[in-house]
Each structure stands twice: as C-alpha cells, then as structure tokens.
C-alpha cells in the first residue's frame, strides 16, 4: 500500500459503521438465542466474528477521517 491520499466520501464510511453495527447487533442476537446443540451455531459464530472485524475497520477508517480532517483544520 502506498502513502498516497484517497478521497472517500466521509457519508459511506457512517453508512458502513452503521450497516455493520446493525449486522453485528442481529447476528450477536440470533447467536444468542441459539442452543448450544444446534449444528449451525458453529456457522452464527463464525458470521459473528466477520461482521464484528467488519465493524471494527469500519469504526477505524472514520477515526482515521476524523483525525485526518482535524489536522487539515489545524491552523499551520
């Protein structure tokens, strides 16, 4: 990866905290409430696990926005 800039409309990373953070609500919920013996309780974990790394980058490309337009901000 280089150093170089990319511009990324700051409304679709929200969106995609937001779509990750309601994927990761319903998912953590159905794998909730899934017994222990159900065989595709192994699968819900697993979906689980995605959806919240998704949610994790996600959260951390609009900290990195955040920062990056705090400092363009900042007086020189």
């Keep these: 990866m280089t150093s170089g800039s990319c511009v990324i409309d700051y409304s679709y990373l929200e969106y995609f905290a937001r779509l990750f953070g309601k994927l990761y ?14 065989s595709s309780r192994p699968h819900m974990e697993r979906a ?9 980058a996600a ?8 920062e990056a ?6 007086p020189s």
Excluded: N, W
């Design 25 to 38: 609500e319903d998912v953590f919920e159905a794998y909730s409430r899934t017994p222990q013996h159900i």
């Design 48 to 56: 689980l696990h995605l959806v919240q790394s998704g949610l994790s």
């Design 59 to 66: 959260q951390q490309l609009l900290a990195m926005c955040r």
């Design 69 to 74: 337009q705090g400092r363009e901000k900042a």
